[in-house]
């Protein structure tokens, strides 16, 4: 039996994890025990030595359920828990190679991309104090620029001939007599000091910034943005970045500078190093509506003739495989690929078959009842009721939901999931932007301090609406 180099230190045990799901999605407990299993068996690998970690890959996840359930808000509150670069993609965006539109290998550049994103700002954040020190000092040589040396003619003819005698190469303009060197160094500390308490804040200063309007774009052929090859960030190296002089308050200078400095003080090939080996190993990838490119029966002639070559084309992506990003190669061993459809109209078992076995892990997300869209209204963090209260409240107004409205907007939204297309959880919205609509645009003109939403008001509101088949295919 093969030991672990050491015992897993990480809390992100599957209940942990369920638990922080639970604030954000209501119910689908198959699906939240799926990937918190998937996330652990993660951490679990990491414990491993090389020679067996490398073996272990990720068990990909198929959920099928109607839209609205929460199969892209698992996925993403997943990798907001595990800080992991997340993409969320289209499965319908994609076409098989040799048609036009986007191929699956952009979809690794854009987790590539994200984890880049990720690690630059965790190191911005890393090296503020140095950069605030350096754009500081930026700061004061604006505020107090030091006199200009002058040079005279034989400085300029000794760098052509040199010929000149050394007596006469000397500035014509004497330099800083002691005097005036220590009379700016005083001064110099007395402004940094005034800098430091924010008392130059409002005061206007002329600085140099980097002129990032002035660049051009250069386009290159398509096949060399498949390959990751930008152009211009090539030509940037050789090209000398311009400059621009602008006029700002010295609190907007300082906000600029320390940014510039900053991103002077990172190592972009540790940036890219470490962030190609992030979305290698935690990489998540969301494949949403993969049921749109499944042919039903496995035909495809007409317009479905490049379904089933877009999921050949994603075979090696999942299965495992080298893609080349401006950054490097990314290697797709260790990504965790979880795939979403509803599949009304065809089957999983209508997917290629090796395709089918790149996704072991299947769970069924179940249709929302009254009782879920109920709690989906008033339980998770930031529910959609508490986001309406906090809107009307900056008005003056307190808005508040009895408990009985929770329950009427959830039937009347189920009643319509069933009798129209199920749409979700997304149904709720627009009810509660058709009950709310006259408060508020009203509410920025009256005094009330208080209104509370009952059922009767529901009723009056939305029942009309719901009963109306007509107004309603527009409306809801």
């Known amino acids: 039996m093969t030991k672990p180099n050491s015992k897993i230190t ?150 052509l001939t040199d010929k000149a005698d050394e007596n006469e190469t000397k500035s014509e303009e004497p330099s800083e007599t002691p005097e005036e060197t220590a009379k700016y160094n005083r001064t110099r500390t007395r402004f940094q000091k005034m800098l430091k308490e924010g008392r130059l804040d409002e005061k206007d200063v002329e600085i140099e910034v980097n002129d990032s309007m002035t660049a051009v774009p ?48 990172i190592d972009t090939d540790a940036m890219a190093k470490q962030a190609l080996e992030m979305a290698q190993e935690d990489g998540i990838v969301f494949l949403d509506e993969i049921d749109k490119v499944v042919v039903k029966g496995g035909s495809s002639h007409g317009p479905d003739v490049s379904r089933e070559g877009v999921q050949r084309d994603l ?8 893609v080349q990003t401006r950054y490097g190669p990314v290697k797709t061993d260790h990504i965790l690929f979880i795939a979403a459809g509803a599949f009304s109209g065809v089957k999983p078992s209508d997917l290629i078959p090796e395709l089918q076995g790149r996704f072991p892990i299947r769970v069924e997300l179940e249709p929302l009842t009254i009782e879920n869209l109920k709690r989906i209204l008033t339980e998770p963090e930031n529910s959609l009721i508490r986001q309406y209260e906090a809107l009307i409240s900056t008005e003056g107004t307190e808005l508040s939901f009895t408990d009985e409205s929770a329950g009427e907007i959830a039937r009347l939204a189920h009643k319509m ?50 009963e109306n088949r007509d107004i309603r295919r527009y409306l809801l």
């Open 315 to 322: 075979l090696p992506i999942v299965e495992g495989s080298v």
């Open 218 to 265: 250069i386009f290159g052929s398509p096949g060399m943005d498949v390959m990751g090859i930008n152009i211009t960030e090539m030509l940037g190296g050789i090209m000398p970045k311009k400059t621009k002089k602008r006029h700002m308050t010295v609190k907007e200078a300082m906000r600029i500078l320390q940014q510039e400095e900053a991103e002077k003080l």
């Open 10 to 159: 990480s809390d992100l045990t599957p209940s942990k994890i369920i638990e922080h799901l639970n604030r954000y999605i209501v119910g689908q407990d198959k699906a939240k025990r799926a990937v918190a299993i998937a996330l652990r068996n993660r951490i679990r690998r990491r414990a491993l030595p090389p020679e067996i970690a490398h073996e272990i890959m990720p068990k990909n996840i198929l959920m099928v359920g109607p839209t609205g359930v929460g199969k892209t808000e698992i996925a993403r509150r997943l990798a907001t828990l595990s800080n992991a670069p997340f993409v969320k993609v289209e499965a319908t965006k994609f076409t098989e190679i040799g048609y036009v539109g986007r191929d699956v290998e952009s979809i690794i550049r854009d987790l590539t991309e994200f984890a880049v994103s990720m690690v630059r700002k965790k190191m911005i954040e890393e090296v503020q104090t140095p950069a605030l020190e350096r754009a500081e000092e930026r700061l004061l040589d604006a505020l107090l620029p030091r006199r200009e040396k002058k040079f005279s003619m034989p400085d300029f003819m000794k760098v």
């Open 417 to 466: 999931n069933s009798e129209m297309e199920d749409i979700g959880a997304r149904r709720l919205h627009t009810m509660m932007e058709q009950l709310l609509e006259e408060i508020s645009f009203n509410v920025s003109d009256i005094d009330d301090e208080k209104i509370e939403i009952t059922a009767e008001m529901v009723k009056e509101k939305l029942s009309g609406l719901v």
